[in-house]
Structures are given as structure tokens and as C-alpha cells.
């Protein structure tokens, strides 16, 4: 059975809310349309790091562990997602509605969902299930209710 993704979010620029959409188009190397990091707009699009932020992920899983202590559009990933364990996709390709993505990174929690929503605790919170940073190989559409699962060999 796949996973499915279960809320979508972006935001027009770095420290802007998370806002919910049905659907969107991700494109191919830059991220998802209307998206902070499509845009270079991201708190770390002049970072000076190579990493492909493109597009993150997190499992509801994850969400749902911390107890309602944060809601997923507080985390600031992209792409909730349930029943696809994320943490051992660095390095290997996954479909996403339409689209062909690539882990690149874990999302390791840090303090800054916790400062834009004045909520503390979110790095203890989620200590090894802070999402995945991705990079979109192949573009395309990602709505609310779409499979993720891995390409046929």
C-alpha cells in the first residue's frame, strides 16, 4: 500500500506563513510553484550551502507524535505525508503525485519553527523525525490525496 500525501503547504518568502493548498505544481530543479525556495526566497536560499533545498517533507507520523504541541504547517515542511517513512531516503528517488524526487538531506529540527510560531520545544520535539529535504528530478503535480511510492525497477 503507498503512502499518501496528506497536506501541502508553501510560504512566499522566509519567516512568511505556512499556507495550505489542495494542490501544486513542483518544478523540475527549483522547487514547488509559488514556494519560498522556487523563488530563492528561503531563510537559507542565500546561505551559501550547496544543498538542494527544494522541497521538504515530514511525516504525520511525526506530527501526530508530538502531541499537538505544533500543527503541521508549524513544522515549515511542504509535503505531510503518511505511512512513507522518510528518514532512510537520502540518496534514493521517490514518486510524489507526478513527480520524481530525490532525498538529499534529513531535516535535522532546529529552533526556527519554534521562534516563528512562539511555541518552544519543537527541536526536542521532533529529534529524529524532522522531515527530508528533497530535489525535484522530474516536475509535475502534487495534490492532497496523491500516492508516494517508489519507482518500478
Known sequence: MPGRVVQIFIASGAG???CEVNEVRALNGLGLEGDRYAGHRGAWSKSGRRVKRQ???IEQEAVSRAGG???ASETRRNIVVRDFPLNHLVGKEFIVGES????VELCDPCRRPSKLCGKDGFEELFAGFG???AEILIGGMIK???GVIYPKA
Open 16 to 18: 512568511e506563513p505556512m
Open 55 to 57: 522541497v521538504s517533507l
Open 69 to 71: 504541541r505544533f500543527s
Open 100 to 103: 520524481l524526487m530525490r532525498g
Open 131 to 133: 522531515g527530508l529535504r
Open 144 to 146: 492532497v490525496g496523491d
